[in-house]
């Protein structure tokens, strides 16, 4: 009996997979150590809890656009996941592990991306915010704006630790929904032209070197 076999020479390493091309849509910030600084961690996940506020299966979606993007290898499931979001240090469960650079590119480009097949959505949440505001109508009054809200009062409660809120200083429902209005309009502001870039780099203002 033949038998042929194909093997590695000693010393050869195998061949690196290389990463997806859609991070590199995002610059290189320079930062010391390529780990990411604490208010862009505290901000990504701020987004990620709006969309979730947004979208009742906002998490599964996260996941699965991990996939559609050639980012699972980054994003690989929902433990995964958990970990990288609970470097915010404002979680009730902070993980004290970096959060690398490469997977804050990962989760700004989907937090995009979402965002995008959001934006009627979203624009129309802040757009019914401002008529109420002009006609000094209680924001409760609209079903819509008021079950985002809730839902993101709801989520902001059980997960971050107001011990750890620092200059947030959010100790009412009132200041809740203020930064729940604000996301939405970082958000938005994610969907414009280059604006997935131009929030990157905003998470390092201050920050470079």
Same mark, same amino acid.
């Given at each position: ?43 990504? @996940? ?5 969309? +979730? ?14 996939? +559609? ?15 990288? /979001? ?9 993980? /004290? ?13 989907? !937090? ?5 097949? $959001?934006?009627? !959505? ?51 429902? +009132? ?11 970082? $958000? ?16 390092? @203002?201050?920050?470079?070197?």
């Amino acid at each position: 009996m033949n038998v042929s076999a194909s093997l590695t020479p000693y010393n050869e390493s195998p061949t690196p997979k290389a990463l997806p091309m859609i991070l590199d849509t995002l610059p290189e910030p320079a930062i010391e150590g390529q780990i990411c600084p604490r208010r862009a961690r505290l901000q990504i @996940d701020l987004l990620l809890l709006a969309i +979730e506020a947004l979208e009742l299966e906002g998490s599964e979606a996260i996941l699965v656009f991990a996939q +559609e993007l050639d980012l699972k290898e980054i994003i690989r499931d929902r433990v995964n996941l958990w970990r990288m /979001r609970s470097t915010n240090p404002m979680r009730r469960v902070n993980i /004290r592990r970096p959060l690398k650079i490469i997977e804050a590119k990962a989760l700004v480009i989907i !937090t995009c991306y979402i965002a995008r097949r $959001l934006t009627v !959505t979203i624009r129309q949440l802040l757009m019914i915010h401002q008529q109420l505001l002009d006609k000094q109508i209680p924001l409760e009054q609209n079903l819509r704006l008021s079950n985002y809200l809730e839902r993101f009062r709801v989520h902001f409660k059980s997960r971050m630790n107001p011990r750890r809120m620092g200059a947030y200083a959010l100790t009412s429902d +009132e200041k809740i929904d203020e930064l729940a209005i604000d996301l939405l309009g970082k $958000l938005l502001f994610c969907t414009g032209t280059a604006g997935m870039q131009r929030f990157w780099i905003s998470l390092f @203002d201050g920050e470079v070197e």
